[in-house]
DNA sequence: ATCGGAACTTAGTATTCAGCCG
DNA sequence: CGGCTGAATACTAAGTTCCGAT
């Protein structure tokens, strides 16, 4: 059943009830924070998912207004903007698909059915399962159920700890102090560190020491009460030098260890899943270290704790041989849960979050789950255009809530911002989305650079990015979004009638199964077909359309944000490039000088030796001129790409069709697109993608 | 019906690997 | 043939959305 769900699963969605959380943030412009409870709307929606897809009946009618009570307390007054009939509409900036009306709502199925029907049989001939595939496109789960045998041999558990040989020294200070085993372990940690940049950051070290305390005997934690007068520097010292021991390892310690790890890779790195075996995303547990969160992290430096066996709960079938723990240990719990995918978990001492183990992208789970969010994103193609009218008459809307969820909904759509949920202060850093943008992050230009309505975004998002961004927006945005930010706070929630949940749920309305996620992967996606169709050149070689092709990844990855710090080797790489063009160059004339005097030689002794010759070199030349050709767009390319990231968009946000019916249709050989995990990632896609899809 | 936690996707960076060049 | 480099992979944090207990 593989390839065959979409429809099934996108309608057996569940309801939604998220929760309509109330934003706290102390005092400040007490007005803005009441919240409405829409009740009406509420009611009405319910109405809808009762009838709705569940069975596969259409989708609710497109969208219901719910402009009518109550009134907001605190509505302007109309100054006329919004209600304004002249004004005007200006298409949105980002380039979007005029073609709209030639595409067919391609349901997929029996076709691709048979295609991964197909190739699941090939696959089945070289897979090195052992088990006999029963016929598995029929097999279709009931709501919920993910599986129904699950078979795997548990984590692999961090190695133990191993003390520091007796020469190493640590110093409290300037005196030698032999630690206690455990205190010794957490002082490695860090010394382990010591070079980093963390190590010197106050929240850090602070964290640290508070946690390396408590693993200290009652007679260390008498001595050791500064972490200033601690000296590392000889463990590190020895780090060092255990890892320049382990560089010059023989080349047969080093198969050693590497035959070693495949050993564990093929007892633990695999499971059976429903008669396939399947390859295991993560199956070491994560060792103790220090935590080292992203961007200014409050929790930066605290202990993460040993995981033990104890910790662990394992999944699988209640008919599968249930993995032992090891001797002298128990798991905390196992547990048969076909209703999720994951295969172990343990709840992770920082956050108190849960980790999981769980399957490999190239995973049947995994990959349909992907297919199936690519589906969504196709679905929402065919209604974004009513999706958008109804936000830009939202924008007008009497509802400060109303209004307040169609400019968010613009900004996700438009400039591709994550939905933003609320996050409780002091746990983590201090980043927002879409939902959680406040005052302070957006700058308002009536006029900037000659352009009108420009909003200045600056704020750090996921992982603590920097988002900084200029665009101008139309003037309906422009001016709800002074509205927005009229006596508030640089600190105050700039939608303070909005959070994600009433975001998704307004978009559950408009299109099942559509959340702000959705418009992301659906603009990306857009983006690269799009921008595939116009960068493409059908005479440039093979180098040069690839060129093309990562310059679309590149508008994608631009428009997700999709950053990453500039190599450290970079300008050197880059240097070392242009002075291998410069010997190419000089290689070509050089080449193309022997050509001429070949030639002359040619013309001289007119025998077939020289006539050869003259062939022969000719090849050079060429072949030489396209190295260099190669390695220019190398160059190009490279630079352009100094601190942009194009994997996390390849992987997580380009509906993988898309490349694949490229490829076919310039005949680039699918390699040069996707290595070989990438691949093994979208199998499903590359087999049944053909060179005319239609994202 | 709400809430908070569970589940799963997305993310950047650190480490390892493989192959190339001098 | 070893050291270096860029690519691939490993790692795990940080998001979003879902969902079940109360």
């Known amino acids: ?24 943030k102390d005092g400040s412009s007490e007005k803005h924070k009441d919240k409405h409870k829409d009740k009406d709307k509420e009611k ?26 109550p009134r907001i ?28 009306a030639d595409y067919k709502p391609k349901k997929i199925k029996t076709e691709d059915i048979k295609k991964a029907k ?25 709501e919920g159920i993910k599986w129904k045998f699950l078979e795997h041999k548990g984590p692999v558990f961090a190695p133990p700890y191993e003390p520091l040989p007796e020469n190493v020294k640590f110093y409290y200070d300037g005196k030698v102090m032999k630690l206690s085993t455990k205190a010794e372990e957490v002082a490695t940690f860090f010394a382990k560190m010591l070079d980093h940049e963390y190590t010197t950051k106050e929240i850090f070290r602070k964290n640290f020491f508070k946690d390396w305390r408590k693993e200290m005997t009652s007679e260390e934690k008498s001595t050791i009460t500064s972490l200033s007068k601690c000296d590392f520097t000889h ?37 059976v899943m429903d008669n396939h075996k399947e390859r295991i995303a993560n199956f070491k547990i994560e060792p103790p270290g220090l935590f080292r969160g992203r961007g200014n992290h409050p ?27 090891p001797p002298g240990h128990k798991w905390k719990e196992v547990r048969h849960d076909n209703k999720v995918t994951w295969l172990v ?45 109804q936000y830009r008459e939202d924008w007008k809307s009497k509802e400060m809530k109303v209004r307040q969820r169609a400019v968010a909904l613009y900004f996700i759509d438009k400039l591709a911002l994550r939905a933003g949920n609320e996050k409780e202060e002091g746990e983590t850093a201090d980043t927002v989305g879409c939902c959680s943008l406040r005052v302070e992050h957006i700058k308002l230009h009536p006029e900037l650079d000659g352009q009108e309505y420009v909003v200045e975004f600056d704020f750090l998002g996921k992982d603590s990015i920097r988002y900084y961004n200029k665009v101008p927006v139309e003037k309906r945005v422009f001016k709800n979004l002074q509205l927005f930010m009229e006596n508030k706070q640089p600190e105050d929630d700039l939608f303070d009638r909005l959070n994600t949940s009433i975001l998704n749920k307004h978009l559950q309305d408009l299109m099942e199964g559509l959340t702000a996620k959705v418009f992301r992967t659906y603009n990306a996606s857009i983006t690269l077909q799009q921008q595939l169709k116009e960068l493409t050149n059908p005479d440039d070689n093979i180098p040069a359309k690839i060129l093309s092709y990562n310059r679309a990844n590149r508008a994608v990855a631009i428009l997700c944000n999709h950053q990453r710090a500039p190599p450290k080797t970079f300008e050197k790489s880059m240097m070392n490039l242009q002075s291998k063009i410069d010997a190419k160059k000089e290689q070509l004339a050089d080449a193309r000088r022997e050509l001429k005097s070949a030639k002359a030689d040619a013309k001289v002794r007119r025998d077939e030796k020289s006539k050869k010759a003259v062939e022969s070199k000719k090849k050079a030349v060429q072949r030489i001129e396209e190295q260099l050709m190669k390695l220019e767009v190398q160059a190009t390319d490279r630079e352009e790409n100094k601190q942009i990231a194009l994997s996390t968009s390849k992987l997580n946000y380009l509906d993988p069709r898309i490349s694949v019916a490229w490829c076919k249709k310039w005949g680039i050989p699918i390699e040069k697109i996707y290595n070989k995990t990438q691949r093994e990632k979208f199998a499903w896609a590359i087999d049944m993608a053909e060179e005319d899809y239609e994202f």
């Open 299 to 325: 929790k930066m430096g605290m202990l993460k704790r040993r995981i033990m066996p104890e910790d662990i709960i394992i999944n699988c079938s209640k008919d599968s041989k249930v993995p032992p723990p």
């Open 235 to 271: 463990m590190s010292q020895y780090f060092k030098a255990q890892t320049e021991a382990r560089k010059q390892m023989s080349k047969e310690e080093k198969q050693k260890i590497k035959e070693e790890n495949e050993r564990l890779l093929k007892e633990y790195g695999y499971c």
């Open 73 to 100: 307390k605190d509505e302007p007054d109309d100054d006329g903007f919004y209600a304004s009939p002249k004004e005007d509409s200006k298409p949105l900036k980002r380039p979007r698909e005029d073609d709209d």
């Open 44 to 69: 009405r929606k319910e109405e809808k998912v009762g009838v709705s897809y569940r069975g596969g009946k259409m989708k609710p009618p497109f969208f219901v207004s719910f402009c009518s009570p």
């Open 1 to 24: 059943m593989l390839l065959s769900c979409s429809e099934h699963k996108d309608s057996s969605e569940k309801k939604h009830k998220d929760k309509e959380k109330t934003k706290h």
């Open 345 to 389: 978990s343990w709840t992770e001492n920082i956050q108190g979050s849960i980790k999981y183990i769980m399957l490999n992208p190239s995973s049947r789970i995994k990959g349909e789950k992907d297919w199936q969010k690519y589906e969504t994103a196709r679905r929402l193609k065919k209604c974004v255009d009513k999706i958008r009218n």
């Open 118 to 142: 197909k190739r699941k049989q090939e696959e089945e001939e070289t897979d090195n399962s052992v088990l006999n595939c029963i016929e598995w496109e029929e097999e279709r789960y009931p």
